[in-house]
């Protein structure tokens, strides 16, 4: 992309989009430029507001035909735009975030659409809406102010018939882009609905750690002592279980730490200890409490869990708070990116314009 005689556009950005273009056939380059442009200076979800925002060469329905029908890949792009992460963004350690949200709808003939739970108990909203369920991978890192930053690499949307649903589009989205983390040391942050056997173990199979806070009864067990003698039958795999009465005795440590783009006093306990879920596998797990300062007062206990046990408590708390960044994500895409708008009449032209739309979020997160 040639950027001479323009001035206020960054030079970073000109390398940035030349480099995404090079995954894309030679005839579709212009009119993605345009778009993706285009996509950056509107906030509505709306390709006709994208097309109005520049002098474009070609009639407006070209660029919903480039859409519909384009001869490329909306999951090729992603993947060249997580390539461009990584050159830019150079961390010891890669973290990625999933989580899902729920974009409303009115009519039940947007794709996917269908009845959800809204569980983020709203007072302004049904219990249950009707809406489109996006699953979404985002990289997260940290600005030089030290807050976090998520900037979205891949989107799922749920089908509304069939049997797939979030744990198995979380596993999809991983599965696409894990061959570019090859090498490096990369953790995945979850909430507590994603913390589930079948996840953990695909993670663990492509060398990732997990992070993720689970229920507080979870059952853990001590590892075993090994037999002093020979016994009949197979040794045991389990230890004793840890029950509140063991979990109270255990050593609590107080601290400060920079969480959640604050710094906030924490008491913790902590242990390496075997979960029951995860068939007996080797977890450090946390159980944590944070200090409100306008009740004054300890918050209830919280339990978090990392399948990487070389971590240290304060490492596992501070990196299960750069998850909640991807939330701050999923409020500026729906309000000033256009992905409450986002409109389009099959699954797989609303997943090439939402991507598009991401990688210019993206793109602007970078800039800044």
């Known amino acids: 992309m040639n950027a001479k005689g323009y001035t ?5 950005l000109c390398y940035w989009i030349t480099f995404l273009t090079r995954i894309l056939p030679l ?9 993706l442009i285009g996509a ?13 925002m520049l002098n474009m060469q070609r009639a407006w329905g070209t660029y919903y035909k480039w859409l519909e029908k384009g001869n490329w890949s909306w999951l090729l792009l992603a993947r060249q735009f997580t390539r461009l992460l990584l050159q830019v963004i150079n961390d010891d350690v890669y973290y990625l975030a999933i989580d899902d949200t729920v974009t ?18 709203k007072p302004n909203l049904a219990q249950y809406v009707l809406g489109q369920c996006w699953v979404s991978l985002a990289l997260v890192t940290r600005r030089e102010n030290g807050n976090a930053l998520a900037i979205p690499l891949l ?54 750690s997990v992070i993720g806070q689970v229920r507080i009864d979870t059952r853990l067990y001590d590892i075993p002592d090994k ?17 509140p009465k063991r979990i109270a005795h255990l050593k609590r440590t107080t601290t400060t730490l920079l969480i959640y783009g604050k710094e906030q006093r924490v008491r913790y306990r902590s242990k390496v200890l075997k979960a029951r879920f995860l068939n ?35 490492e596992v708390i501070e990196s299960y708070g750069l998850r909640w960044s991807i939330e701050g994500m999923f409020n500026q895409l729906k309000l000033a990116w256009g992905l409450k708008e986002a409109w389009q009449q099959t699954r797989r032209t609303l997943n090439r ?13 970078l800039l800044t």
């Open 8 to 12: 206020s556009i960054p030079r970073e």
């Open 27 to 35: 005839r579709s380059q212009a009119t993605f430029v345009e778009l």
């Open 40 to 52: 950056m200076l509107t906030q509505t979800g709306f390709v006709t507001d994208a097309y109005l």
């Open 104 to 121: 409303l709808r009115a009519s039940k003939k947007a794709p996917c659409c269908r009845i959800h739970h809204q569980h983020g108990n």
């Open 155 to 208: 989107n799922r949307l749920v089908p509304s018939v069939s049997n797939t649903g979030k744990l198995i589009a979380a596993n999809t989205l991983v599965r696409a882009v894990f061959g570019l983390f090859k090498g490096k040391k990369v953790r995945v942050l979850v909430d507590s609905w994603f913390m589930r056997r079948v996840f953990i173990e695909a993670m663990n199979a492509h060398n990732f």
């Open 227 to 243: 037999p002093k003698k020979k016994q009949r039958g197979r040794p045991r795999k389990y230890g004793e279980k840890y029950t």
């Open 280 to 314: 007996g596998q080797l977890v450090r797990v946390v159980w944590s409490e944070y200090y409100d300062e306008k009740k004054e007062c300890w918050k209830p206990a919280r339990l978090l869990l990392s399948t990487e046990i070389t971590q240290t408590p304060e």
């Open 353 to 365: 314009w939402v991507h598009l739309t991401m990688i210019g979020y993206g793109l602007m997160q």
